[in-house]
């Protein structure tokens, strides 16, 4: 019998609202394991241990009227362009990566050990948090600017709000210049599975026909 494959960690990076999560569900639907660092991150802000933590850290302006985590007033707080926004935004994130990390890493390892085909790593701050060391390819999304426009609105943030957490990230440009590939996602989601699917099959095409 011959040994599966090794595992293909891919990278999916890009601004917010870009088509990350949607490229990362269409590997899924080819037989990848999406790892969703944003969905980990969101688990995180519900264990009492972490709210106590950031709560001393931050004050209890951060929570809601029956004690969890306020995310619109959360991201208010660390999001700011002043240094005291950006002070928060280093504690928060040097309460929550942590913790994220060690999930990511997990699912990984587990990903690996099940050799299942492709891993997808949805990490907004891949390139800043290290994880480029551990992909085997980094994919970048690429949208013009009415369609980012048209997607960010759809989401109801405007330009501001994307502007305030771009700011906190490497820029687009690095981000593409980093990467093994840049994906247009220009079209619609079947164009879009459709550049995917035929990478994929690309990297590792006895694996693609097996789960197409
Ligand atoms: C501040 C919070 C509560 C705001 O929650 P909200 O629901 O508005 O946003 P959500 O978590 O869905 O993130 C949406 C996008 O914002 C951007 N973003 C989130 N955190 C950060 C950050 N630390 N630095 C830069 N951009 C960020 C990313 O592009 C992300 O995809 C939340 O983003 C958070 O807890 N951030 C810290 C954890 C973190 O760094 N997450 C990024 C992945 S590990
Ligand atoms: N090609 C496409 N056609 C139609 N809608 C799309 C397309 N690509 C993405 N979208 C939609 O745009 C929105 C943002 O996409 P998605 O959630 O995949 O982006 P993201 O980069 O993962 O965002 P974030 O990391 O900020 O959460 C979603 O509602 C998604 O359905």
Redesign the pocket.
Known sequence: MTESPKTIVIGVIG??CSG?STVARIIESNGGVWID??A???D??TDPAVIDELVEHLGSGILSAEGA?S??D??DL??GDDGESQGR?KQ??SV??PR?HAVIQSQIQQAAAERVPFVILD???LL??GWESQCDQVWCLQVSADRHEQLLAARGWDAAELAR??R??LSWSEKRRRSSWVIQNNGDVNDLREQIVDMLSQLQPESNSRHS
Request: proline residues 12%.
């Open positions: 601004p917010p990350k660092a944003d980990i991150a969101k995180q802000l985590i995310r619109p959360l991201a660390v999001f935004l928060l994130e929550i990566h994220t990490v907004p701050l800043e948090s957490r771009e906190r990230q």
